[in-house]
């Protein structure tokens, strides 16, 4: 894991003093809200419905257990107790007051974490697969040049007043589990035929009232030159992206309505010159220092069979259920990665206590080479788990309710927070999350239903990321009552989609019966093999809205 | 908008000299600042022209081609002017920030930028980093917050178009 | 924001969360409270008005942000507000009771 040096410190440090400054001077009344709102902004705090939400970056989604005891304490002395994991992979808490807000920015600032640039018209946290540094076939941990991005986009000084908030993603694999193609910009780590390490470039890519897939602008940018290709792409954002309706104001707007050819020929122009003044080129040195952070930890040499695992997985079929769904198999003999599924039934998508917090913190310490992340589906996930203790792990995880064997399942949906906190959204969310979760709660059903992604959003935002959700969901207003439109078909992986809408809203009390209909549908269509997303690209839109506007 | 401002340059309140005239006046032999289409429109009696001249570079937030004036527009008039000033209609459009690095870094301007319109306290280290030397700021706000404001943050990472090479090069003496 | 109330709203009280902590509150007499069944209840369209002018005095800012109308219905057991949103406002997250006003309230 990266580790902050004396720079580092002094930035995140002088961040937290400065913010105090402007706290102090807003309650004092020197700044007016208009003017405070974006410097809170991009320090991560909003101001919601009940509460101000602070969002706390996480960055790639990797954090140690020291920083897990962190966040676990914050929620305890700031907050009410729980803190809620992101689709940014970040954690938001949902209840701080402004004025304490320093002191905790200063804790977090003691375990190398801060809430700089989560939010506002600025570069975003950077995101990353969860199982970087983990999975097989990776072609580099996809952390190293993030670390990079994260260092490069703080504070920068030309594009912290963009015309929209701009995300950035990575991944070194080719499944793609960071969603790249629905970012502003989609990194993929890729190998030229020369055998050198680069990276391929999507720009254009965001979901929100007009969902774009990103358009790759490049195939291969040497690691040295790519801060000068990404200055490149957001100087020309900047400079011809939209100010006058902020719907239009992402630059998957302005790549769509400038094409992607001429936005090519743009950023090449720009990134012409600035890779010939030198200025950004990346030194060698530095890509090594940064990369030896995330060398590998130190693996065991362990058969690649464990002959415990096998034991407990015949001895206990739940834990041989669990093993299926949450447990992936790591790059290194005799290790797995563990997915903690924050997703249990009938439960809050994401929302972990601080007592759990504390219990996964102590598992990265004793079984996990000290390593926990958070996956942009709302889940936890301990990278480096040796087979022979995947049961302790196991069973502690049982003791405390995170051991739903569910990942990628019916019931493990992406929920936005919804109009239960959220002061953008028009509808709730986490109800109907729980609702379809209590609904298909038994297993049998789920494993038969198979790989089901549901991903719901409490408005046009899509924080919830339903235009790739297989079955996607979106609330809506109509006269202050919630409606929800049911969309299928989408994806964020390698062959990303968009959902198509069925058609007509439905109320709040018929949404799971429409997703049960719909569920219904695909298992009497579907062919052996086929996943509910193989089957409506296959079958299309038709046979499932016969079924949902039957009356 | 501030109504009255003053202006700062090198840590210090300093003596505007420049006045802002508008298209239809004409010009005297003091110091003027004018619309890059004036510029452009009168570009060759402005070179025999006996004072100094400056522009005024204005980004529009209407409409959805016009973006605003194009910084590059100035690079054949670079020599004639000693001032350019860059608008900033309100501190939510960033778009000055890349104007001001394209016209030090891209185009070598080395006169006089300056920051005018929405210039608050939170921006200006930015601002200074870009590439502005002077800034035109609410005039209630003393001099001493303002050289505070711009070393808030000690380091920065990335280069631009100060003095600081970036943390990723400082690390090794680059 | 969307829209909290309607043209035709006969009964409406004024809400805005206090800078400090921005915990929800609603305008009362001079000043600000923070439960809704003693909120303000105005009757008709300028009697809202006047309402929402007393609850933004210049100095407003300095320690509550952004105050509105809302509408809210008379019933049996007196006003309830009309939107789901502003329900929610009034008690707390629909999926964690023991959380917000409603906690508070026992």
């Known amino acids: 894991m990266y580790r902050y040096d004396e720079f580092d410190h002094k930035i995140v440090t002088d961040r937290v003093n400065q913010f105090r400054g402007q706290v102090n001077r807003r309650i004092s009344g020197a700044l007016s809200e208009d003017a405070f709102k974006p410097l809170r902004l991009m320090n991560g705090v909003y101001l919601q419905l009940h509460a101000y939400m602070l969002r706390v970056a996480i960055p790639y989604g990797t954090v140690s257990s020291k920083q897990m005891r962190m966040l676990a304490h914050i929620a305890r002395k700031y907050d009410r107790g729980y803190g809620h994991f992101t689709t940014r992979q970040n954690i938001q808490y949902n209840w701080p007051a402004l004025d304490r807000i320093p002191d905790l920015l200063e804790e977090l600032a003691s375990v190398e974490m801060h809430a700089i640039q989560t939010s506002g018209n600025c570069i975003r946290n950077v995101t990353a697969d969860q199982y970087a540094g983990a999975i097989a076939d990776e072609i580099e941990d996809p952390r190293i040049i993030s670390e990079i991005i994260r260092q490069w986009s703080t504070f920068h000084p030309e594009f912290s007043y963009l015309p929209r908030k701009f995300k950035i993603a990575v991944t070194g694999h080719e499944n793609d589990r960071a969603a790249i193609k629905l970012h502003d910009i989609g990194i993929v780590i890729v190998k030229n035929d020369k055998g050198e390490t680069g990276y391929e470039v999507h720009v254009g890519g965001g979901q929100g009232r007009s969902p774009f897939i990103a358009k790759k602008l490049t195939d291969f940018v040497p690691a040295k030159k790519l801060l000068a290709y990404l200055e490149a792409v957001m100087r020309v954002y900047n400079m011809l992206g939209r100010r006058d309706n902020s719907y239009k104001a992402r630059i998957k707007i302005l790549v769509h309505e400038t094409g992607e050819t001429e936005m090519r020929r743009l950023v090449e122009e720009e990134f012409a010159k600035i890779d010939a003044s030198q200025m950004l080129s990346l030194p060698e040195a530095e890509l090594d220092r940064i990369s030896a952070y995330f060398a590998p930890p130190n693996y065991e040499n362990l058969p690649a069979q464990s002959d415990a695992f096998e034991a407990a997985k015949e001895g206990n079929p739940e834990f041989s259920h669990w093993v299926k769904t949450n447990l992936v198999p790591h790059k290194t003999p005799g290790y797995g990665i563990v997915n903690i599924s924050l997703k249990p039934i009938g439960g809050i998508p994401g929302d972990a206590t601080d007592a759990q917090m504390d219990v996964i913190a102590d598992l990265a310490e004793r079984y996990a080479l000290d390593e926990i992340r958070v996956t942009h589906e709302q889940n936890l996930v301990l990278p480096h788990v040796k087979l022979d203790e995947a049961k302790e792990v196991y069973d502690i995880l049982c003791a405390h309710d995170l051991a739903t064997p569910n990942i990628g399942l019916i019931s493990d949906s992406i929920a936005c927070p919804g109009l239960d906190y959220c002061n953008l959204a028009n509808a709730r969310s986490i109800p109907l999350a729980q609702e379809i979760s209590t609904h298909f709660a038994d297993l049998d059903k789920q494993y038969d239903i198979g790989e089901l992604k549901i991903k719901i959003s409490g408005c046009i935002n899509a924080c919830g990321h339903h235009h790739v959700g297989h079955i996607g969901i979106l609330g809506v207003d109509k006269k202050g009552t919630e409606f929800y439109q049911i969309s299928l078909g989408g994806s964020a992986d390698e062959k990303a989609s968009l959902g198509d809408i069925t058609g007509q809203a439905f109320t709040e009390d018929k949404v799971v019966d429409a997703v049960d209909t719909i569920v219904e549908t695909y298992l009497n269509l579907r062919q052996p093999e086929e996943r509910f997303l193989d089957t409506y690209r296959r079958v299309g839109m038709d046979p499932f809205k016969e079924q949902l506007y039957a009356d | 908008m501030p109504t009255k401002t003053h202006l700062i340059a090198n840590g210090a309140v300093v003596d505007d000299t420049w006045v802002f005239i508008d298209d239809e006046t004409p010009l005297g032999d003091t110091p003027a600042i004018i619309s890059l289409d004036r510029l452009k429109a009168e570009a060759d009696t402005l070179r025999s022209r006996n004072a100094k001249l400056g522009v005024v570079i204005r980004t529009n937030t209407q409409g959805k081609t016009k973006l605003g004036e194009d910084v590059r527009e100035l690079s054949p008039y670079l020599d004639m002017l000693t001032t350019i000033a860059i608008d900033f209609p309100v501190y939510r459009n960033g778009r000055g920030y890349s104007d001001a690095r394209i016209l030090r870094e891209e185009l070598g301007f080395k006169g006089e930028l300056r920051a005018i319109g929405e210039v608050l306290f939170d921006q200006w280290s930015f601002m200074a980093r870009c590439g502005f030397n002077t800034f035109e700021i609410d005039s209630s706000i003393p001099v001493k917050a303002f050289n505070e404001a711009l070393n808030e943050l000690s380091e920065a990472y990335q280069p631009a178009v100060d003095n600081q090479r970036g943390v990723l090069w400082r690390r090794h003496g680059l | ?106």
């Open chain 3, 1 to 106: 924001m969307a829209q909290h109330s309607s043209k035709g709203a006969r009964f409406q009280a004024v809400t805005a969360n206090r800078l400090k902590d921005g915990e929800v509150v609603y305008f009362k007499g001079n000043g600000w409270i923070e439960n809704f069944a003693e909120a303000e209840i105005a009757d008709g369209q300028e009697a809202a008005e006047a309402l929402l002018t007393r609850a933004s005095p210049d100095n407003m800012e300095a320690f509550i942000l952004d105050p509105y109308l809302f509408e809210v219905s008379e019933s049996d057991n007196g006003f309830t507000p009309v939107s789901v949103r502003e329900n929610i406002r009034a008690k707390g997250p629909t999926v964690r009771t023991d959380l917000g006003k409603q906690a508070e309230a026992g």
